[in-house]
């Protein structure tokens, strides 16, 4: 029993894969709506190999990366910057958290005019709210710090340079790397809309539109599958680089 | 590792006796306190803890602080080792100050007082890296500390791997590793089971007696204070004096016959006395 428990995740999969023929079978929903399951994976499998989802996958892929490289390389700095002296984060903590609560779609139409059509305001407006994530984990990780373990290293005769290099830095990477998981998972987000409604012509938000505007519901279905296991794969992704480097995290 | 402490003379590898120095009759030079105190004043808001607070600290011994709850054990040796300020008075160390000599701390909170992402061998060796001691060097004076020290710890391993006794033992070795003047405890055991609690007591005695290193420990035990002390610093309730400063010369190393001993089972009633003279004044 103990050696098939890695196995139960996969109950879950094959419970939704039943249900769904069972609907197909029942004609519970209007079959040009719900295709069989195995046309929809035909088509990502089709789309995948040489189709044109591939390349779409990887125009939505590339994006993700460019904002949440760009949010990272801006946020830990100013976070940093920020989170060593509290008096500093609490006099923009507010707009932070307002800004942080603005639905990032909502920014569309400023971008636009700044940025024009293009990838520079999908990018942008993906990296803009990632970057508000990134920026209040890394700014509260550095705030958390640790008070006996700094102390201890200035104990140990460390100047302040030395206690933000060897200490704070390192206390504050678990908090950082949860702000990065959900940065990129927001700026995926906000990519895949963008490709919806950005006047775009690739990217897997323009995919899962298109197919639906044609009806080619195998199709949507397999572009909506790709999107799906790209923002596992991402935060997959992340944690595994985060249990690699941040080894100490939770114990 | 109880009873089979070496009483050989220590050598003394950890004191810093090689330091050049004033010549100074010998005698005159252990007589000498090693801690002045000096009118020494602290408040927190309206609460006066210390008020024109007078202390002198023999060397080479170890001195329990012991005292009611709440009433400046800990801010003692916090002021004493620099981590907070005083208000006015002067705390000198044979006349010289804290930031010109080399001091251990060890902190209660050992899961929080070590660095999650070193391992415990560059735990150890962290304030000598500070020093910018070369790395061979640095890995020769710890594995000289561990044999000084009869450590069996794989000090590969990373601090959450060990168990909180063999965490604690490691903050320990890295006050230890710059060969302090003066080491100070801050309730060290405190966060540890009972067994492990013992254990650690015979391994800070053997510290102790390897390295005649002036030990300040702070207890919340009174059993603890006087087993492990040559002296009980018992303090009264703030603004704190020196209620009692009782010796006990029992010969080391002391074991757990000793806390049978009329001489010990004395002293320690003696100090419970003062203690609870002191509680009820509060």
Redesign the interface.
Same mark, same amino acid.
């Given at each position: 029993m103990k050696r098939l428990e890695p196995l139960l995740p996969m109950i879950g999969v094959v419970a939704l894969i039943t249900l769904w023929y069972l609907a197909v079978w029942l004609r519970a929903v209007d079959p040009v709506l719900l295709p069989p399951p195995t046309e929809a994976f035909r088509a990502l499998w089709k789309g995948m190999n040489g189709g044109k989802l591939g390349a779409d996958f990887l125009k939505t892929v590339e994006r993700t990366t460019l904002a949440t490289l760009i949010a990272a390389a801006m946020a830990i700095p100013l976070g940093i910057l920020l989170g060593a002296s509290e008096k500093l984060y609490r006099s923009v903590e507010f707009v932070i958290d307002f800004f942080r609560s603005t639905p990032a779609s909502a920014m569309f139409p400023l971008f636009l005019v700044v940025f024009g059509v293009g990838d520079k305001t999908k990018i942008s407006v993906a990296a803009f709210g990632a970057f508000l994530v990134i920026l209040f984990n890394v700014a509260y990780g550095v705030m958390n710090a640790?008070?006996?373990?700094l102390? #201890?290293a200035?104990?140990?005769? #460390?100047s302040r340079l030395?206690v933000l290099t060897?200490?704070t830095l390192?206390e504050s990477l678990p908090q950082t790397f949860i702000g990065l998981r959900n940065g990129v998972s927001l700026a995926l987000v906000i990519v895949v809309v963008a490709e919806m409604f950005i006047g775009s012509t690739d990217g897997l938000g323009q995919r899962v539109f298109e197919a639906q505007q044609l009806f080619a519901m195998p199709d949507m279905y397999a572009a909506i599958f790709a999107a799906g296991a790209l923002g596992y794969g991402l935060n997959l992704l992340f944690l595994l680089v985060e249990r690699r480097f941040?080894?100490?995290s939770g114990? | 590792m109880s009873a089979g402490v070496t009483m050989t003379a220590a050598q003394p590898v950890l004191r810093e006796d090689a330091k050049p120095e004033t010549p100074r009759p010998a005698a005159t030079r252990a007589t000498r306190p090693h801690v002045t105190i000096r009118g020494l004043t602290k408040r927190f808001g309206d609460a006066s803890i210390y008020e024109n607070f007078d202390l002198e600290l023999p060397r080479g011994k170890l001195i329990s602080l012991f005292g009611p709850n709440g009433c400046g054990k800990s801010t003692l040796i916090n002021m004493i080792a620099g981590l907070i300020p005083v208000d006015a008075g002067q705390i000198l160390f044979d006349g010289q100050t804290i930031d010109e000599i080399s001091f251990g701390y060890v902190f209660q909170n050992y899961r929080e007082a070590l660095f999650p992402w070193l391992r415990a061998l560059e735990n150890i060796e962290y304030p000598l890296k500070l020093r910018h001691v070369p790395k061979r060097e640095r890995r020769a004076r710890v594995e000289r500390l561990v044999a000084h020290l009869g450590v069996k710890i794989d000090l590969k391993r990373y601090p959450y791997q060990l168990s909180g006794g063999q965490q604690q033992l490691i903050s320990i070795m890295r006050a230890l590793i710059v060969d302090p003047e003066i080491l100070f405890l801050d309730e060290p055991f405190s966060a540890l089971d009972y067994e492990m609690t013992l254990f650690m007591r015979e391994q800070l005695q053997r510290v102790f007696v390897e390295t005649g290193t002036t030990t300040v420990l702070v207890s919340h035990d009174l059993e603890e204070a006087v087993y492990l002390a040559d002296h009980v610093l018992l303090l009264s309730r703030g603004p704190a004096r020196v209620a009692d400063f009782v010796t006990y010369d029992a010969a080391r190393p002391r074991n757990d016959a000793t806390l049978s001993e009329l001489d010990f089972v004395r002293i320690k009633a003696h100090c419970l006395d003062v203690f609870q003279r002191e509680v009820r004044k509060g």
């Open positions: 640790r008070k006996t373990r102390l #201890a200035k104990v140990m005769g #460390a030395r060897d200490v390192l941040v080894h100490w114990k | -």
